[in-house]
C-alpha cells in the first residue's frame, strides 16, 4: 500500500522550492515569518498506471488516495480518538490505540458516526462533540493534564505582561523545555506522549514553580487588575473561604477538590490584613499557592 500510495503521488512538488530556500535564509519567522509554499504538478512525471492500494483498484491520483482513506472506518476513529483527547479526557499514546480501548468507546462511536454523516467534516464532529454529553460532563473536567505549552501560555495571560511580540517573551517560553515540550522540536515524528506523560518528580517542580511564581508576582498587570478586583470585594468580615472563593474565581473558576480547598483555607486564614480586609501582598500569596495546585496543572 505504500509503494503504490507513493506511485499515485509522483508528480506532486513545490513550484518555488529555491525561492523559499533563498528566503528561509533572509527573512527571519519570528515573530511575524511568512510560509508561502506554492504546490505544483508536473503531470509528465506522474505515473498513469493502475495501482491497488487499500483492496481498491484503478488510475489513482494522490487526491484519489485521499479519498480512499478518508472513508475508510480506521480513519473516522483515528480522528475521533484524536478530537476526544485533545478536548475531552487524555488517551493512552497513540501507539498503544490498536492495543487500548478508548476510555469512553460510545464517544469514539458517536463522533465517527458524525464523521461520514457530514461526509468527512471536522466541523460538524467538533459542534457533536460540543453539544455532547459526555463533554459536558462533571468527570471531564480536569481530566487532562495541560501540555508545558499550555500552561505557559495560559499563565502567561493571566499575568498579561505581553500586550504584543517582544523578545522576553521567548525567555518565558523556555520554561516549557524545562517541563518536557521544546516548541516545534518533539522527540519524533510522532510527537509528544501526553496526558500523565507530562509529569515526572522533575517537571511537575518545574511546571509548580513557574506557574505559582507568575501568578503570585503582584508587580504584572494582570495580577494586579485580580488583587485590585479581590480586594475590592473585601472587607473586614471577609472570611478565609470567601477570599479563597475569589481567588479561584480570578484564576478561571477552579473547582478543586476538598482537600485542596482546606489547604487554601487554612493558608488564607493565617495571613495578614487592616481593618478593610485582607491587604494586597496576601491575596497575591493566596493567587500563589491557587497557581500550585493540582487542578490548576489540568483542564
Known amino acids: 500500500d ?31 515569518g511568512r ?27 494522490g487526491e484519489d488516495i485521499i479519498d480512499i482513506i478518508c472513508k475508510q472506518p480506521a480513519t473516522a476513529r483515528f480522528i475521533s480518538r484524536h478530537l476526544y483527547s485533545f478536548f475531552v479526557a487524555d488517551e493512552p499514546p497513540v501507539p498503544e490505540w490498536p492495543y ?18 457530514s461526509g468527512y467534516n471536522i466541523g460538524a464532529m467538533l ?8 463533554f459536558k460532563a462533571p468527570e471531564s473536567r480536569y481530566a487532562k493534564v495541560k501540555s508545558p505549552v499550555e500552561l505557559v501560555a495560559g499563565v502567561l495571560r493571566l499575568t498579561g505582561e505581553f500586550d504584543r511580540p517582544r523578545y522576553e517573551i ?21 510527537g509528544w506522549h501526553t496526558g500523565t506523560d507530562w509529569l515526572n518528580s522533575g517537571t511537575l517542580v518545574e511546571r509548580i514553580n513557574f506557574a505559582s511564581k507568575q501568578i503570585g508576582d503582584a508587580t504584572k498587570p494582570g495580577i494586579q487588575s485580580m488583587v485590585d478586583r479581590i480586594s475590592a470585594e473585601m472587607t473586614e468580615s471577609t472570611s478565609a473561604e470567601r477570599l479563597v472563593d475569589a481567588c479561584l474565581e480570578a484564576v478561571g473558576a477552579l473547582d478543586v477538590e476538598e482537600d485542596t480547598r482546606r489547604v487554601l483555607v487554612d493558608f488564607s486564614a493565617r495571613g495578614g490584613g487592616s481593618g478593610q480586609g485582607p491587604d494586597r501582598q496576601h491575596i497575591a500569596d493566596v493567587l500563589q499557592m491557587v497557581g500550585a495546585t493540582q487542578e490548576f496543572q489540568r483542564a
Open 170 to 190: 521567548l525567555e518565558r517560553f523556555s520554561q516549557a523545555s524545562y517541563m518536557g515540550q521544546i516548541l516545534n522540536n518533539p522527540p519524533s515524528v510522532e
Open 35 to 61: 510560509i508561502s509554499w506554492h504546490f505544483e504538478f508536473h503531470p509528465e512525471d506522474h505515473d498513469d498506471g493502475e495501482k491497488e492500494f487499500l483492496g481498491e483498484r484503478g488510475n489513482f491520483t
Open 100 to 117: 487500548t480501548e478508548p476510555a469512553d468507546p460510545q464517544a469514539i462511536e458517536t463522533l465517527s458516526r458524525a464523521y461520514f454523516d
Open 2 to 32: 505504500i509503494k503504490e500510495c507513493a506511485r499515485a503521488f509522483t508528480g506532486w512538488t513545490i513550484a518555488n522550492r529555491e525561492y523559499m530556500e533563498l528566503r528561509s535564509q533572509r527573512d527571519s519567522d519570528w515573530p511575524y
Open 127 to 134: 459542534g457533536v462533540l460540543f453539544n455532547s454529553d459526555f
